[in-house]
């Protein structure tokens, strides 16, 4: 089974196992993209959803209604299935491998200097991290276009294609995952720059890979994410913490 075989599978099962009483509930799919151990070579997807209860019950802790029903810090964060972890899904971490490798991008040395891996490897890195992207966006298009989120739950919802922080290239990716005006609330919570997250790293601990994924705004705007459109907010975040980037195609999404 490919990689993107083994997406598909895993994501179909994943949106068939939500209850039909829950289903009614849900106003978003969350597509939860992610580095495990801040590595660019395992780069991971959880599937999870959140409901219109979760968001009235957050509405308070947020700064308004928006940051409440978009911001993945105030959702349930649940886990109908995480893709690709090296524990929990060994054999997509061994297609994601595979995958990898007939890119031409796996590598197997790092520079331990930061300076170093962001010269020999940063470029590597974020082809990773966009190839990777893209295959996610396809894959919640074919999800829309198969029917398979309407079956499981019993109507069309967005699928928000996100990490930790929100930016330009977020929006970008979830307005081409969806059908035609789906995500244009989230799209515009992101333009009007309300979803800006940053994690500061004290630099006393950091090492080379959360050097170059905090130096990620550096990369060229062809390559990775570029400067941000709009200014960082912090915003409280529950559960696990880290970022990530997915199909070779003439565009790539980052």
């Not at 993945?72 to 994601?96: C, H, K, S």
Request: proline residues 7%.
């Amino acid at each position: 089974m490919t990689f993107h075989d083994h997406l598909r599978h895993l994501a179909e099962s994943a949106l068939a196992s939500i209850p039909a009483a829950e289903a009614q509930d849900i106003y978003v799919v969350s597509f939860f993209i992610d580095n495990e151990a801040d590595d660019p070579r395992q780069p991971t997807l959880t599937i999870g959803y959140n409901t219109e209860a979760q968001f009235r019950h957050t509405i308070a802790d947020a700064s308004d209604e928006a940051e409440a029903r978009w911001n993945y810090a105030f959702w349930l964060q649940n886990e109908l299935t995480v893709i690709a972890d090296l524990t929990r899904d060994p054999e997509g971490a061994a297609a994601r491998h595979q995958w990898i490798s007939e890119l031409g991008l796996w590598y197997d040395h790092e520079p331990t200097q930061p300076d170093d891996w962001m010269k020999t490897i940063g470029p590597t890195a974020a082809l990773i991290e966009a190839n990777f992207n893209q295959t996610c966006v396809q894959l919640a298009r074919h999800l829309h276009d198969d029917g398979v989120i309407k079956s499981a739950l019993g109507k069309q919802v967005p699928v928000v294609l996100h990490e930790l922080e929100y930016y330009e290239g977020i929006a970008r990716r979830t307005e081409a995952a969806n059908p035609s005006g789906l995500a244009d609330d989230f799209t515009a919570w992101v333009h009007n720059g309300r979803g800006i997250r940053t994690v500061p790293i004290p630099d006393s601990t950091i090492t080379p890979r959360q050097h170059r994924s905090d130096a990620r705004p550096g990369y060229p705007d062809d390559l990775g994410r570029g400067p941000r459109s709009c200014p960082a907010r912090p915003v409280p975040v529950r559960g696990r913490m880290n970022r990530s980037g997915f199909g070779r195609d003439s565009r790539l999404w980052l």
